[in-house]
């Protein structure tokens, strides 16, 4: 693991501090100088495998994790013990892989993002801050592919993210396929005799258990 220079943390700082975790060296250095280009973030931390991302990251408690796939093996287990660790903390895994079970994986361990590591080294920054701002960083391909994994298990049973716990009611599911027709929260209160109050609930539902940014992601949820 490469020992970051000790720094002094400024408590009233605004730096957005980012541990960055990768087996292969050259897969950090790519990632802290995209980053070290944007004067909101500090890399604080870089491990080279699982212990040393966990034990790092509860040491510096970042703002932000940057966990490579196939960290150790297994970046999934260190993504679920940070998260079970640090609640704050936002997770975002890097792959180079092409398996879409590794997506619905890391969505499992608790991630917010799934990034490939060719990601444009001049936007990272600014999708990092989406991400810290609410946004979901997630390739669109693999979005339909969540919708897909959505539809099969059905409206009462158990949906993609039952590892947090996560299961969608048969309301949900309703509201869900009413949003990708696109009808208003008015069409759809209607629909379902219920208040406008009820939808929006139920949308903020969706949007917190299906980890989407908004309502239009939503309404995309199921376009090609």
Sequence with gaps: ?????????????????????????R?????????????RFDVCAEAADSAAAVQAAVRERPELCL???????????????????LPSTKVV??????????FLDALRAGAVGYLPKDTDPARLPQVLQDTLDGGAPIPRHLVTRLLAEVRDHGPRRRSVLT???????????EVLDLL???????????RLFVSSATVRTHVAALLHKLRLPDRDALHKLGQR
């Design 180 to 190: 990708r027709q696109g009808l208003s929260t008015r069409q759809i209160a209607e």
């Design 67 to 85: 966990l490579d796939v196939r960290l150790s093996e297994n970046g999934f287990a260190a993504a679920r013990e940070i998260v079970a660790r």
């Design 27 to 39: 897969g950090r250095e790519r990632l802290r100088r995209a980053l070290e280009q944007d004067e």
């Design 93 to 102: 895994m890097v792959t180079t892989s092409t398996d879409d079970d590794d």
């Design 1 to 25: 693991m490469r020992r970051m220079a000790k720094r002094e943390r400024d408590p009233s700082s605004d730096l957005v501090r980012v541990l960055i975790a990768d087996a292969r060296a």
């Design 163 to 173: 590892d947090d716990g996560h299961d969608l009611t048969s309301r949900e599911w």
